[in-house]
């Protein structure tokens, strides 16, 4: 609220950067404590659904707010929803306990200090989800006024949220019952879908027809990449494997909208789209090779 130069946002966003990766990454290890094994993938389904519902509502807010209020009233009640968050921290019933930690051998630190190894392949699979979902975050807005549009962007997100709660008390169960690539495959086609007709669109039925795709694709397969990062890593070392994974996807999200804006710049979006969908699908042909070839053990 009191920054005036383009210094001091930057400076404050840093400091964002900061504490939003510190909570995202301790609050995931604190969930996994309240689900039972066999319900990991649902349970971590709707952990995660209330954090993409954040980021889908986050863009429909601001976009609504800033045609009517000043920044300095939107920074407020953007700070009061953080006020509200820190109420409900006490709120959550924790235990104070002891966790087991393996001992170092060495004083120095190393690699996995701050990466956990088998949370890398899908870690890595989630860098590719999340520069095509970069589109989505960064320029759907933009790509909806070149579509004179841009009335409809709002509206693009409620539909994108409707989409993927409809999809998500299914998606979770089938991933406990049959496994996560009756989760992955669909859900990584029906976003690279909802890319290619984003790309090809000139209508708002269209524009919605690829909410409704990438909504139940990307909100099908974010929360299951996430909860196979948690499985493939011992209970002490959650937190690692959550920092491994949220340091790759924001790895994806920061040089999607860096390459993605560069060809929009020289191309069009259409093109931007286009390559989405592809990264989408290479992102496939990684699980079905990489990803997929370790087994899964429950916690």
Known sequence: MLADNLTALLCIRFLHGIWFSILT???????????????????????????????????????????????VMISGILAAFVLLGFIFCFMIPLKNKVISLEKPDKRKLSLQDFIEKKAV?????????????????SFISTFAASKHMLSYASLFFVVFAISMMILRPVTGKIFDRKGANYVVYPALGL?????????????????????????????????????????????????????????????????????????IAHFDYGIAYMLCAGMIILSLLFYKLVVDKSPVTDL
Do not use: W
């Open 121 to 137: 392949p899908v870690s890595l699979m989630a860098l590719m989800v999340s520069f095509a979902y970069a589109s989505i975050m």
């Open 191 to 263: 976003f690279a879908l909802g890319l290619l007709v984003l790309s090809q669109i000139d209508s708002v039925s269209g524009f919605m027809l690829a909410a409704v795709l990438i909504g139940m694709g990307f909100g099908s397969a974010q929360p299951c990449l996430q909860t196979i990062s948690i499985q493939r890593s011992a209970k002490h070392r959650i937190g690692h494997a959550t920092s491994t994974y949220f340091t790759c996807y924001d790895i994806g999200i920061a040089l999607g909208s860096l390459i993605l804006g560069s060809v």
């Open 25 to 71: 990454t301790v609050i995931v290890p604190i969930v996994n404590d309240f689900i039972p094994a066999e319900r990991k993938g649902e349970g971590m389904g709707y952990f995660l659904m209330s954090i993409n519902l954040g980021i889908v509502l986050g863009p429909l807010i601001g976009l609504s707010l800033i045609q009517t209020l000043p920044y």
